[in-house]
């Protein structure tokens, strides 16, 4: 995945821990570059500070590969409720 808005290598260097939390998210919505490959128990560790920033469609599906949690997503879902804003 090429990220063309971010200069990558200075996030890296300045906050290495924030840079991952963001670039598994970035892979999480927008996909795996061709050797790329997503590491499980990472996942599953930091799961709490990204999963508020994930599609709710790939938030779903994650949590079924990664716990086996079957449930619905709300009937009301729609574009203007999908992502809520995180004030920190």
């Given amino acids: 995945m090429i990220n063309w808005n971010v200069d990558e290598e200075k996030f ?3 906050s290495p ?3 991952r939390l963001w670039k598994l998210v ?3 919505n927008y996909g795996l570059g061709e050797d790329e490959k997503l590491n ?3 996942i599953k560790k930091v799961w709490s500070k990204i999963e ?3 599609d709710p469609y790939k938030k779903r599906a ?4 990664l716990w086996g949690r079957l449930y619905s997503l ?3 879902l729609n574009f203007w409720n999908a ?3 995180n004030h920190q």
């Fill in 17 to 19: 821990y924030d840079y």
């Fill in 62 to 65: 994650m949590e079924f590969l």
């Fill in 40 to 42: 499980k128990t990472e």
């Fill in 74 to 76: 709300p009937n009301n």
């Fill in 83 to 85: 992502f809520p804003v």
């Fill in 12 to 14: 890296k260097k300045s």
């Fill in 26 to 28: 970035q892979l999480v």
């Fill in 52 to 54: 508020g920033r994930i």
